[in-house]
């Protein structure tokens, strides 16, 4: 007997459905199976929903002076440790951040061993350390290509970067590529205008040779790169660009966020997110603090990631939308524990802390522990993979994925790692 269509029809809800299929005397479909087949439907609805944001800290920023403070030790610092919504505690410099912080879980044992600025950026972004033959793709374009399926009226690219370039897609290709705007929603070269008609001439022309080009099978860039720009055109004209425009939303919601880079792209990222972006990144750079290290956190860096981090929480939560994102807050490394001679702190990579929330992830806690004065993890360390791993978790992307690189070495997603159990406890 041919089995019947299981697809639930479009703008029917999974109720509806399954109040017309308990009707139906001619269904003879097994009751566990049909179960199962309706449960799998229903993970990819809601995988279809899910979208990331990673707060990307550059410079790598002091986390025993923001989540691990160790108060009376000689590495210390001397910011104080306040009580939060959660069961942990976090800097007296992050006042708003600790009434969200039940939303948002520390991860105190990470212990890397990139400290280098270049090579810390891309293990935490890919999970590999850098490789002269080999070009890893980047967490957002990974989680990006996986989170796509069922997004087709998606025009915004599924990978957006805000004041920074990310890491690239390697083989997973042009596609998947860090889409680069200014805080502003401001996009290189991508304006109409009164030469409108002349750009679409020159784009008819470039698209004859790109054709030839590719007919000739000179492998994927080619094709990559006709398929970015035909992404760019029917962008410049797509009512979801509406999303890129902050200067839109109402004045006490911008200042909320804060009046700055930062603030405005942790305003955008929410809206890109509401938009069906899969991943969007936002930069605050700065952090390399070798020098007056306690000034520059207290009044510069931490009052900016306090008032923007804490709004968009809040935000995506008024707008339930928090359940459906995950963020991300970790840079390249973190800081010496031992303060400099010029009161500053130098790299650090062996102990530190990486900030988890959202996507159903438990929140209020703190995952791991480092020693008394912060010089080493005491617990089971915790690494870039593992972050890329329980990320993916959350958002139902599977573990078991494996990719295929140029060379035709298989990959497997998320280098590996495993998850940080303690979150979906």
């Given at each position: 007997?041919?089995r019947?269509?299981?697809m639930?029809?479009?703008?029917?809800?999974r109720?509806?459905?399954?109040?017309?299929?308990?009707?139906?005397?001619?269904?003879?479909?097994?009751?566990?199976?049909?179960?199962?087949?309706?449960?799998?439907?229903?993970?990819e609805?809601?995988?279809?929903?899910?979208?990331?944001?990673?707060?990307?800290?550059?410079?790598?920023?002091?986390?025993?002076?923001?989540?691990?403070l160790?108060?009376?030790?000689a590495?210390?610092?001397?910011f104080?440790?306040?009580?939060?919504?959660?069961d942990?505690?976090?800097?007296?410099?992050?006042?708003?951040?600790?009434?969200?912080?039940?939303?948002?879980?520390?991860i105190?044992?990470?212990?890397?061993?990139?400290?280098?600025?270049?090579?810390?950026?891309?293990?935490?972004?890919?999970?590999?350390?850098?490789?002269?033959?080999?070009e890893?793709?980047?967490y957002?374009?990974?989680?990006?290509?996986?989170?796509?399926?069922?997004?087709?009226?998606l025009?915004?690219?599924?990978?957006?970067?805000v004041?920074?370039?990310?890491?690239?897609?390697?083989?997973?290709?042009?596609?998947?590529?860090?889409?680069?705007v200014?805080?502003?929603?401001?996009?290189?070269?991508?304006?109409?205008g009164?030469?409108?008609?002349?750009?679409?001439?020159?784009?008819?022309?470039?698209?004859l040779?790109?054709?030839?080009?590719?007919?000739q099978?000179?492998?994927?860039?080619?094709?990559?790169?006709?398929?970015?720009?035909?992404k760019?055109?029917s962008?410049?004209?797509?009512?979801?660009?509406?999303?890129?425009?902050v200067?839109?939303?109402?004045?006490?919601?911008?200042e909320?966020?804060g009046?700055?880079?930062?603030?405005?792209g942790?305003?955008?990222a929410r809206?890109?997110?509401?938009?069906?972006?899969?991943?969007?990144?936002?930069?605050?750079?700065?952090?390399?603090?070798?020098?007056?290290?306690f000034?520059?956190?207290?009044?510069?860096?931490?009052?900016?990631?306090d008032?923007?981090?804490?709004?968009?929480?809040e935000?995506?939560?008024q707008?339930?939308?928090?359940?459906?994102?995950?963020?991300i807050?970790?840079?390249?490394?973190?800081?010496?524990?031992?303060?400099?001679?010029?009161?500053g702190?130098?790299?650090?990579?062996?102990?530190?802390?990486v900030v988890?929330?959202?996507?159903?992830?438990?929140g209020g806690?703190?995952?791991?522990?480092?020693?008394?004065?912060g010089?080493?993890?005491?617990t089971?360390?915790?690494t870039?993979?593992?972050?890329?791993?329980t990320?993916?978790?959350?958002?139902?992307?599977?573990?078991?994925?494996?990719?295929?690189?140029?060379?035709?070495?298989?990959m497997?997603?998320?280098?590996?790692?495993?998850?940080?159990t303690?979150?979906?406890s």
């Open positions: 007997m041919q019947p269509n299981m639930i029809p479009r703008g029917m809800s109720r509806h459905f399954m109040k017309h299929l308990a009707g139906a005397s001619a269904m003879t479909l097994p009751a566990l199976s049909l179960t199962r087949s309706l449960e799998l439907h229903a993970d609805l809601k995988k279809n929903h899910k979208s990331a944001i990673l707060l990307w800290m550059g410079g790598g920023p002091s986390t025993m002076d923001m989540w691990d160790k108060p009376g030790a590495t210390g610092g001397p104080k440790p306040i009580s939060t919504s959660g942990v505690q976090i800097c007296e410099h992050l006042p708003q951040i600790a009434k969200n912080m039940h939303h948002l879980a520390v105190r044992s990470m212990s890397t061993q990139e400290a280098d600025h270049g090579r810390g950026r891309y293990y935490m972004h890919t999970g590999y350390v850098p490789n002269p033959n080999m890893h793709p980047s957002g374009s990974v989680i990006s290509h996986e989170l796509m399926d069922g997004r087709s009226d025009a915004i690219p599924p990978f957006v970067s004041g920074g370039s990310s890491v690239g897609p390697g083989f997973l290709g042009m596609a998947y590529a860090p889409f680069v200014n805080s502003n929603g401001n996009i290189k070269n991508l304006k109409m009164k030469d409108g008609d002349r750009l679409a001439k020159r784009m008819a022309a470039l698209n040779i790109e054709t030839g080009f590719i007919r099978n000179r492998g994927t860039a080619g094709a990559d790169h006709a398929k970015v720009l035909d760019t055109l962008l410049m004209t797509s009512e979801q660009m509406k999303a890129f425009k200067r839109e939303e109402k004045t006490e919601v911008q909320r966020y009046n700055n880079n930062f603030g405005r942790c305003l955008m809206r890109l997110v509401g938009a069906g972006v899969p991943f969007v990144e936002v930069d605050l750079g700065g952090w390399d603090n070798h020098s007056n290290i000034p520059t956190l207290q009044d510069n860096k931490l009052p900016v990631v008032q923007a981090m804490s709004a968009l929480i935000d995506l939560e707008r339930e939308r928090l359940d459906d994102t995950a963020i807050w970790m840079g390249e490394f973190s800081r010496t524990p031992r303060i400099n001679g010029n009161t702190r130098d790299h650090w990579a062996r102990s530190w802390s988890l929330g959202g996507a159903g992830m438990k806690i703190a995952v791991g522990a480092t020693n008394a004065d010089t080493r993890v005491e089971d360390p915790y870039s993979q593992d972050i890329m791993a990320v993916c978790r959350a958002l139902g992307i599977s573990l078991e994925t494996t990719f295929t690189s140029k060379s035709g070495r298989p497997k997603i998320a280098n590996g790692g495993k998850v940080v303690e979150l979906f």
